[in-house]
């Protein structure tokens, strides 16, 4: 049996000791600097941006909430990748401020949505609207008059 767990124990170890090795820290790497604004900034942008573009698709608010985190963080994740691997200097304090940024945009465009379209049967806060049971509905439909697709959710 310890034969079996052997090589995911040494697995784990050796992604264990790879994780925690970490680059130096640079003397111009401060937590103010401008370079993390911008990170703030542009996640914040990604994330707000794609809230506002994708709610009109869905009837429930938690898919454009997890399009946006997704996409924002997607790309910042990628963005420190793509300096760990040599095309520039990667930062987990860079990452931190594309976390903070991205739920900031994400609590501003989702703030927004709820003053603006308002919380009611046909739009609760997060969940999917309640249906009558008896009532048949297609799961998505096509052509409606503010958006080309609603997805149901």
């Not at 090795?21 to 111009?28: E, G, Q």
């Not at 898919?63 to 987990?92: N, Q, Y």
């Not at 609590?107 to 309640?130: C, M, N, Q, R």
Request: proline content about 7%.
């Amino acid at each position: 049996m310890l034969a079996r767990r052997k090589p995911r124990l040494v697995s784990c170890l050796a992604l264990t000791l790879a994780a925690t090795v970490t680059t130096p820290a640079h003397a111009d790497d401060d937590w103010w600097g401008r370079d993390k604004a911008l990170h703030f900034g542009v996640s914040a942008a990604l994330s707000a941006g794609t809230y506002a573009i994708a709610a009109p698709s869905f009837e429930a608010r938690y898919p454009p909430l997890l399009l946006g985190a997704g996409l924002s963080l997607t790309l910042g994740v990628g963005k420190e990748l793509a300096d760990l691997a040599g095309l520039g200097t990667p930062s987990w304090k860079d990452l931190t401020w594309d976390v903070i940024g991205t739920a900031a945009g994400l609590v501003l465009a989702y703030g927004l949505d709820l003053l603006i379209v308002g919380v009611s049967a046909e739009h609760p806060a997060l969940g999917a609207p309640t249906r009558n049971p008896t009532v048949q509905s297609r799961p998505w439909r096509l052509g409606t008059q503010h958006t080309p697709f609603v997805f149901r959710f």
